[in-house]
T-cell receptor, first 118, second 116 residues
Framework: AQKITQTQPGMFVQEKEAVTLDCTYDTSDPSYGLFWYKQPSSGEMIFLIYQGSYDQQNATEGRYSLNFQKARKSANLVISASQLGDSAMYFCAMRETGYGGATNKLIFGTGTLLAVQP | GAGVSQSPSNKVTEKGKDVELRCDPISGHTALYWYRQRLGQGLEFLIYFQGNSAPDKSGLPSDRFSAERTGESVSTLTIQRTQQEDSAVYLC??????????????FGPGTRLLVL
């Protein structure tokens, strides 16, 4: 079964500095997709960035980038130039399709709570 | 823009009552999902719809939980005979349903359910 592990329950970072949030995954599927979502205190889930297993380059979206190391099965999120508004819960997720595309669900990690300090 | 909407935003009910939670997906999205998030935890998958069919119901925790979707649009999650452990945020998401690896799920704001 697929599994996502986020080992950092919480992290602090100073405003304007970069921070890396760890995510490791386990899957036997040759093709898979990895996603990061942000959940502020308001509770909404905001899609941040996607990385495909066959992508040759690390994904980037503005201040977000993904440090994808396929052999190590890790997909760490890097946030550059942290802002106070980045304080939130961050979830790593993997798309599971099952045999013959029987499902399309996301498997989530337990999340990392990021606090940006002024 | 017309994102995923859910109603009600909050629901307080008494143990043993039935509740219905509603989800309106993004227009044109054929895939729809329900997840549950208990306080301080990650998201648990409940059910996946493609069109009006549910090929994956594996996450429904008991037969008290059911869901349906009509017109390839609105979905309703019903919890019968609610228990206190059902208290959680119920999140709905939708996606294009194309089956591409990069297919992204977009979430609604959730319904916060409290069972007293």
């Amino acid at each position: 079964a697929q599994k996502i592990t986020q080992t950092q329950p919480g992290m602090f970072v100073q405003e304007k500095e970069a921070v890396t949030l760890d995510c490791t995954y386990d899957t036997s599927d040759p093709s898979y997709g990895l996603f990061w979502y942000k959940q502020p205190s308001s509770g909404e889930m905001i899609f941040l960035i996607y990385q495909g297993s066959y992508d040759q380059q690390n994904a980037t979206e503005g201040r977000y980038s993904l440090n994808f190391q396929k052999a190590r099965k890790s997909a760490n999120l890097v946030i550059s130039a942290s802002q106070l508004g980045d304080s939130a819960m961050y979830f790593c997720a993997m798309r599971e399709t099952g045999y013959g595309g029987a499902t399309n669900k996301l498997i989530f990690g337990t999340g990392t709570l990021l606090a940006v300090q002024p | 823009g017309a994102g995923v909407s859910q109603s009600p935003s909050n629901k307080v009910t008494e143990k043993g009552k039935d509740v219905e939670l509603r989800c309106d997906p993004i227009s044109g999205h054929t895939a729809l999902y329900w997840y549950r998030q208990r306080l301080g935890q990650g998201l648990e998958f409940l059910i996946y719809f493609q069109g009006n069919s549910a090929p994956d119901k594996s996450g429904l925790p008991s037969d008290r939980f059911s869901a349906e979707r009509t017109g390839e649009s609105v979905s309703t999650l019903t919890i019968q005979r609610t228990q206190q452990e059902d208290s959680a945020v119920y999140l709905c998401a939708s996606s294009t349903g194309t089956g591409n690896d990069q297919e992204t799920q977009y979430f609604g704001p959730g319904t916060r359910l409290l069972v007293l």
